[in-house]
């Protein structure tokens, strides 16, 4: 049976949280980001975006919207981080041979 009164509700409804859990949510999400997983920050940039920035004043909404910011930027850095390194390891895999190959998890047959 679900219950609305805590955070771990059958499904997340923000408008039923409290601001203060909203702030510690956000807090943990922006946290468990520099754990190598910067999905979390990008979760929590579109999780409380509105919270951030669209709702009226409240007191925990300039922290929150510092959490969100930084999320949107620390995502931005990893994934634009991730295309250059995929780009460069396809485009010199074949000349890096044996150790592009221990890096791989699919070896290609043929030619390069």
């Keep these: 049976m679900c ?8 499904y997340m409804d923000l408008r039923r949280v409290k601001d203060d859990v909203k702030l510690d949510l956000c807090r ?4 468990g980001g520099f754990a190598l997983l910067p999905f979390l920050w990008f979760i929590n940039f579109l999780w409380f975006f509105r919270e951030a920035y669209r709702r009226p004043e409240f007191e925990q909404q300039k922290q929150i919207r510092t959490y969100v910011t930084r999320s949107l930027i620390g995502s931005l850095i990893w994934f634009s981080i991730m295309i250059v390194w995929i780009i460069i390891f ?3 895999r074949a000349e890096w041979g044996a150790v592009a190959d221990y890096m791989s998890f699919i070896i290609p047959t043929g030619r390069a």
């Design 28 to 31: 943990t999400y922006y946290k």
């Design 90 to 92: 396809q485009m010199k």
């Design 3 to 10: 219950n609305s009164n805590k955070v771990t509700s059958c």
